[in-house]
């Protein structure tokens, strides 16, 4: 139980909503149905999840190989990113958060465009490995079960923030009219965009 913990404390400082993941993960939480809301907040924990998982268990091999090709990843990511910002800044307001949610989005393009745009990012090993180091953390060398508890907790440590997502659509609801959902799209999307357009810089910066 303790490792568990331990994995959900990991995941939930990782998991911040402090980059382009977490400005999409919130968007469309707020303006999109809550479904939709879950399936990427947990796309999103998933990949969490798996580069915990690499950095608490020492995984050097498959370590070095994600970051080898991190320039591809990054700039696929990048890419990706840019059209779904621009997506955001091109929507027409719906008259209400229920419209809104409404749209059409298949459940498995919700989980899997955050799984993705988390797993092109190999740098997040890094962020595990230090935060497992901030906190004191060894993981290496920890059994099958121990593995699997870990694996769980990062997960749900990094879905928890959908929690406060959810909490604060249930608080927005009545607040989300057609000129709050604009100016949501507007800001995730220019948020989405100035991200894709920093990851390509950081690429050629560092050719």
């Known amino acids: 139980m303790e490792i568990f913990l331990q994995g959900w404390v990991v995941g939930f400082i990782i998991a911040s909503p402090l980059g382009p993941v977490g400005v999409l993960c919130i968007r469309r939480t707020l303006t999109e149905s809550r479904l939709v809301g879950i399936l990427t907040v947990l796309g999103a924990a998933t990949a969490d999840a798996f580069y915990g998982l690499v950095a608490g268990l020492g995984l050097t091999a498959v370590s070095h190989v994600l970051l080898a090709h991190r320039t591809p990843l990054r700039l696929g990511a990048g890419l990706f990113l840019l059209v779904i910002g621009i997506r955001m800044l091109r929507a027409k307001s719906p008259a209400s958060a229920e419209q809104a949610g409404a749209k059409t989005r298949t459940l498995a393009g919700a989980y899997f465009s955050t799984l993705f745009l988390m797993l092109a990012n190999p740098f997040i090993i890094l962020s ?54 604009h100016v949501i799209n507007l800001t995730a999307g220019t948020l989405i965009c100035g991200f894709a357009l920093w990851q390509f810089i950081d690429v050629i910066r560092h050719r």
């Open 128 to 181: 595990f490995l230090a935060v497992f180091a901030a906190l004191g953390l060894h993981m290496a060398g920890i059994g099958d079960i121990a593995a699997g508890w870990l694996f769980v907790g990062i997960f749900l440590g990094s879905a928890a923030w959908w929690l406060i997502f959810s909490v604060a659509k249930t608080w927005l609801r009545g607040h989300l009219q057609q000129g709050g959902l």
